[in-house]
Every structure is written in structure tokens, then in C-alpha cells.
């Protein structure tokens, strides 16, 4: 099953790292290891791990992750250079198998959730983010922690612009833009993002046995703690498989 982001991915390669929106990893695995309280050789799933910068800052923060991405290109990105610790696998995340394998799940940057609705997905899927979302919570261990950052309809609709065309109905926002890669070659493309509203989230993570213990309006580069709002682009959902055991 082919996804429409591989063909950007496989146009932009390093040039991804160039957009302003990833220049806050170090800040953003900080709080993330905070609000899921990782200690040193945690197990970590990243999904949609992209180029792996995420990945990368908790190899060396000492947690042991794998990368999972359905873009080859951004694969072999991710394991160049990559520090002890970090192991990426080429796979989708909508057909992912693990079965409560890790100790925490991250899904950031509209890396998997929230690129499911686009064109070539599972029509007999009647939301197919959700389904994504259901396959992140099946693969962290009861009572272990899931993060995972969601476009906001909010702000989308607030802030939408020319090039944007938004369906009102799917929640799906279709950006017609112009990607260049490293040696400014460009490629007109669509971009395809889910968005939705807190209670959106909370309701998919009820169905998919995530107990939410926060959802941030948050910014790239700064996943302070704050108030659901109209002025932020994402939100980030912090929640715990259910069923852990009580001690």
C-alpha cells in the first residue's frame, strides 16, 4: 500500500532538515521526556520518525529506539550517523504489528498520525488516523506513556491561506506548495494533514484504550504546558495505555 508522502519525502531528502519547524528537537525531547517520565534504557517507538532527529536525541539521552517511516529515503537518512541506540526500520505505520513491545510510543511532526487521510488510503477504513492510532497504543505496554503531536482545526481554519483547501467535512486540509530539495530543484506537490479539535482526540483515544493525561497547544520547538487554545498549530496529546497493573 503506497503512501503519498513518500514521493515528497523522496524529493526533499536533506533538505527537510532545513525547514524552521525542525530546528527545536532538542527542546521538544527534553519536555517529551519529562511528561513520559523515560529514564535510561527505556524503550522508545518513533513513528514516522523521518529523517530520525528525534530518534537521535534519545539514543543519546541513552534510551534505546527504533525509528519506524514509510519513506526509504528518509530511512537511510535517519541511520546515517546514527548514535548507539537508535536502529530504524523501513515499514507503515498503518500495517505496523508491534504488540506491547516498548515502554513509550512518540509520534511527532504529523509524522504518521494525522497524514492517513490522504489520497490512497484505505477507503474501507472509516477513519484512517484513527486506525494509525489505534496501532501506536497496541504497541506500548500497558500503562506505558504515548505522545504524539496533532494539527489543530482551530488554528487551520484561523489561519487558512490561499493555497489551503480544507474539507470541511473529513477535517482534511489539501496545501498546494512548491518543495525544494538540497540543490534547489523544486517539485509542485499537495500536501494532505488531518486536523482536529481536543475532543476529537480524546474521543480516539477512548476507542483506542489511550487514558489521556494532557493535551498542549503547543509550537514546534516549544512544548511548554498550556491551556487547549486558538492560537497554537498543534496540539500535543501525553496519555497511558490502559490496563496497567496496580502495585
Do not use: K
Request: glycine share 12%; proline share 4%; hydrophobic share 40%.
Amino acid at each position: 500500500m503506497s503512501h503519498w508522502f513518500e514521493g515528497v519525502a523522496d524529493h526533499l531528502g536533506d533538505a527537510y532538515l532545513r525547514y524552521s519547524f525542525t530546528c527545536g528537537t532538542v527542546s521538544e525531547v527534553a519536555a517529551l521526556v519529562d511528561v513520559l517520565d523515560l529514564v535510561p534504557g527505556d524503550r522508545v517507538l518513533d513513528v514516522g520518525c523521518g529523517p530520525g532527529r528525534h530518534s537521535h536525541e534519545l539514543a543519546r539521552r541513552g534510551h534505546e529506539v527504533v525509528g519506524l517511516d514509510v519513506s526509504e529515503t528518509f530511512i537511510a537518512l535517519a541511520r546515517r550517523d546514527a548514535p548507539r541506540g537508535a536502529t530504524f526500520v523501513h515499514g507503515d505505520a498503518r500495517t505496523m504489528s508491534f504488540d506491547s513491545e516498548f515502554d513509550a510510543v512518540i509520534s511527532l511532526c504529523q509524522g504518521a498520525f494525522g497524514l492517513a487521510g490522504g489520497p490512497g488510503s484505505d477507503t474501507a477504513v472509516l477513519d484512517p488516523d484513527g486506525a494509525v492510532l489505534d496501532r501506536i497504543v497496541a504497541a506500548v505496554r500497558p500503562g506505558g506513556g504515548v505522545a504524539l503531536s496533532a494539527f489543530s482545526a482551530y488554528f487551520q481554519v484561523r489561519f487558512l491561506g490561499e493555497d489551503d483547501d480544507f474539507d470541511v467535512g473529513a477535517g482534511v486540509n489539501r496545501e498546494n506548495t512548491v518543495l525544494r530539495d538540497t540543490n534547489g530543484v523544486e517539485l509542485a506537490s499537495e500536501l494532505w494533514t488531518t486536523c482536529f479539535t481536543p475532543r476529537e482526540l480524546r474521543l480516539l483515544a477512548d476507542r483506542a484504550g489511550l487514558v489521556i493525561d494532557e493535551i498542549r497547544s503547543v509550537t514546534p520547538g516549544d512544548y511548554t504546558r498550556r491551556r487547549p487554545d486558538l492560537d497554537h498549530p498543534e496540539f500535543l496529546v501525553v496519555g497511558r495505555r490502559a490496563g496497567a497493573t496496580q502495585s
